[in-house]
């Protein structure tokens, strides 16, 4: 029942390109530990592509993209501030506060997943700066958010704003990062260092790698201790090849956006056919590849039982004002690279059905 | 000038059946984070391959296998007794450490590699047993090892008396397990629990695959952390068939332990041919995939200039006795199995044709 | 000014008993790092006043106490459920993360400082039990609380109770224990063990000692690790008199527990004063040794002028309807065993008479 | 039987001046954690004392000051070069790895607890340098070491300058600083960073304290951390007084260096009454504070029952060509502020006594 699996965008394997160009890199001699070509010409390629210098470390899980990133950016005593729903918070199994030696994640609230300027300075400027009490180092953001969200550019230049003035670093976690790149419709400067970011988790695997992230390190500071703290932790792959050639593969001819487009246009899609049904609400917009629905308790039993595939959700970020009803359920329904509209219709036209039974 | 290339068995890429597996496995949706049926599948085989019932983990890198073995064999303050020279000791920048929280690797010396029992036993009894003194908690041994020796059946029953002996847990680093194995010609069980061993990381990038480790755990009071370790650490997939299915491909029909043979092959004529050059012999006995040899130092520089590559290599664990002179050089010379036997002789042809103009 | 010093309990040394105790212990030879007798008499005591067989380990701060406390009921990616303004959360600079490799602190909300077994209970079962997230492991309250406040014995068993039936530990951060434990009237057996306490950090420092604290240990599945710990966190004094000399004196003669009686009755006494001024309101009752009130700004800051020393506070604990206003601010007096009558008085008539000014 | 207590410079209390500096200091209100009077003072006084400034952290035990010192010197992936059998390798159960957050002290060997320049070079070119390899980022000696012997001033200047040209910090752990200074009769300044030592444990607890220590820092670049390390080790005493205030007692009038003056000199009466006995000889000279002798194992025995206390001790150490016989034993025994002369010489008239009745 593949057809009806919106439960995320990792159940695919990879797109054809990037497993056709793992496949080609897999012949031949070649230096161990990323000293070879392949990388070498990737990060050429991403100095281009982000139009600047940078440092670039592939990894193969978004957690250790993450986890690594954060650690190179906080002491062991140090507080990041980030939503307190994020997915550094809640889905790494304490990934970031193992590679920062017992750093601390600050969720702050906010609607969708996204944390807002002001309430960041607040957060920080309330803190007490004596020895007792953790100093705020970091601020880390989704893009997209967990509720699949995007934060538009000034948002980002807001935060970067409050970060920069009380000398914190600013981390973005890009899981998604080409699903909102391509909703914003600017280019991957814009939406990164040209707004203050210091260093991006560059996701790969969720838009058609099979395990493919990279930590991107705009600001020279971060560089010193990535290298020995990937090694450390295991994530040196002697044969770098498959991080670097699933890259190359999914960056030639503008693939990764391409599988961004498709997949945000198949939640758009998706989230008009769920918005059109009775007793079916957006739990937020959709604005990259994830939709958030709040249905009715009945039509969910019976996709379900339809062969239906995806997750409930929390609704701690809703907006105030909204709840999900005692016989309603809050949901999330991803589309990826992968994802056909005849898939999407399938399952619209399931609720469609199921929708009517309810009524 | 692959054709001279004997730095590493990790310079090469995937096996065809490897490589092959993997793209096969790669079409249609799968249960994410090892929840898929090719993992399940997987465990099975390993446990039919070792004829017990055990508990697999896979990672993609030996360094992430033997630090999250080690992890879950010693508490931050333990100790583990291991050769000096050995990997984890020197190779995996303090990886050890680091998912220990601080434990502390002993390393005890031993010609070839190898520790031997009654060795290991004098260093655990010498320990003052006091809280100001960490404990030790584990045995660690490499098969192969690093001067790419392989210990007898009996040496590992050996040592597991010694360490069940006084309550330390049994660790083998198997990064060349296959090899080992077919030089011994017994069955993965003898070599591993039934000698005592109770956690094995079981590799598989230097044999044919691309980025695909097991951690394979006989000893039930072991298995308990692992999942959460390898998930705080970054190490579980999102898309677990990338390891599983390598897996597969490396495992059917024997086809890891015919990559292990040729490579075991490749190695002894190797080492043949470079002992019958006058001035040459070996640091080691060849055993596994790896010739460990003594050159005089002008043949070494103008091998190189001929375009091979090979690493030179410490002399710490010769034999008492042994040494190597001002004008040698102790080097290491490694096959796989994507070493041709037009290789090998190419390369000896070039050491013969220097080793005469050396003379 | 001391006089008017209510700045906290730790500005003060220690009471004449302990001191003595300290000074009379000094002389002679004695088996260092706590194998004198004195520590084992201590530990007799410790069993006796408990009522019950117990681990006692003794460390010279209230951070070491709770880290140790703490890193022995967490695992490194285990949660740990407290008050949002806990001590542990708030003013140990990330101790108890640092002391459990990587732990988390789950902060939850609560009036005056106090969790509530209900939402103990909400929090724990709404966690997703996935190996990518952090399982609860702990709960953690401090009694007496940062606002003061003194948990009722059925308010403790309701929260042992939550923390059973969910197999998580059960810690009680005592710093100040005492002051607790006289205004309850009750043993302390009944305010620990007795209603499902695990592990109690019991102060002395605040209290009348100069730097004593205990970990009591009434779990012994809690036992194991917290000799190797404390060595290893540099919390094992070699001359373990100091500490036990300082307990031996605090304990005797129900000294700790008149020290305490006066301490609250200074508090009682400066809470009523302070209650007795126009525009004075108490932020939360005042149950322990702490006195927290809302004062007109201008009160405020002419108090401060006349040399009264105390320290504003966090409004977040405040009951529902009740704030702060923008003339307001929310203050901290602290008393102990040196207050004296006649200070309380003093800075009472400071505040009558400065509250006449302020009119 | 204090008598004839050579077990360890821990086994007394504080000496008559310390003791009364801390009663003294123990009245009034003082600003907490280290915020009072008495700790500003002291700080100029070890600025005084030094002949230079420096950051001045104290803690309560000798391992808590290693710890910091070399953590602060310390990346979590570092080496730490310093002799096998020092006190941070065998005596503190892990406490610099676990500061550290898992850096590794590579013990070196060496006469007498000594570490050499040329050694130490050595060591450090043999490294490898390549990410899979920890970095050396520090040399730890101990002045006096743990066979009792004091470098020179030339020696220390010799392994500063090998550290410095590589980049090293260089880390003295002073546990007997005084024993050592005034063997040698220089300043502090001399043997320190004159000498080019960067971070010093100033140790007080062995030489007449109860528990102080200080961790004395030239280098500038590692003052930065210091104070969060102590706190989130919970190491900062909330009444500061009680370390500073010892430390008053301990520098006023020379006091410390009397009292090391006058344990070397019973240590040496020892060591010559002990080497003029038949079949003694000294395992090394005795250049501070303790004796280290080989016995005959009759002697050792009987001693022992005459109610001598001292500890047997490590061969390893030895001058080549020394060994301890089959029938002898190799010990320890120290002496302290607190040693009178009619006990050392109640020790030798046993050891004349026992040695007869051997012989």
């Given at each position: 029942m593949n057809e009806l699996n919106f439960a995320s965008d990792n159940v695919m394997g990879a797109s054809a390109p990037v497993i056709e160009a793992l496949v080609a890199a897999n012949a031949g001699a070649l230096p161990a530990y990323g000293g070879d070509e392949i990388t070498a010409r990737l990060t050429k390629r991403f100095a281009a592509l982000f139009e600047c210098e940078l440092d670039v470390v592939l990894v193969a899980t978004g957690t250790a993209a993450n986890a690594l990133a954060l650690a190179t950016a906080l002491s062991p005593w140090g507080l990041c501030l980030c939503h307190s729903e994020s997915h550094v918070i809640?889905?790494?199994?304490g990934a970031p506060e193992f590679f920062s030696h017992g750093a601390k994640l600050v969720g702050l609230p906010g609607v969708g997943g996204k944390i807002e300027a002001p309430a960041v300075a607040a957060a920080v400027d309330r803190l007490p700066r004596h020895e007792k009490q953790m100093p705020a180092e970091c601020v880390s953001i989704s893009q997209?958010?967990?509720?699949?969200l995007v934060y538009r550019l000034d948002e980002i230049a807001g935060i970067s704003e409050v970060a920069r003035a009380r000398g914190l670093w600013f981390h973005m976690d890009g899981a998604r990062f080409a699903n909102a790149l391509v909703r914003l419709g600017c280019s991957p400067a814009e939406m990164t260092w040209r707004r203050g970011v210091d260093i991006l988790s560059f996701g790969g695997t969720k838009n058609g790698c099979l395990a493919a992230e990279a930590i991107l390190v705009f600001a020279p500071e971060l560089r010193k201790t990535l290298r020995q703290r990937r090694k450390r932790s295991g994530h040196t792959l002697s044969k770098g090849r498959l991080l670097s050639a699933q890259f190359e593969g999914y960056l030639e001819a503008d693939h990764w956006l391409a599988n961004a487009r498709h997949a945000n246009a198949m939640a758009d899609r998706l989230a008009r056919g769920l918005g059109a049904l009775p007793g079916v609400r957006p739990a937020w917009p959709t604005e990259a590849n994830e939709v958030f629905a709040i249905l009715p308790r009945a039509l969910d039993e019976r996709l379900r039982r339809a062969g239906a595939s995806y997750h409930p959700w929390s609704?701690?970020?809703?907006?105030?004002g909204e709840a999900v009803g005692p016989e309603e359920v809050l949901v999330r329904l991803v589309t990826s690279f992968a994802t056909e509209e005849t898939s999407v219709d399938a399952l619209l036209a399931a609720a469609r059905t199921e929708s009517g039974a309810t009524a």
């Open positions: 809640d889905d790494e199994c997209a958010t967990e509720s699949g609704d701690l970020s809703l907006a105030a």
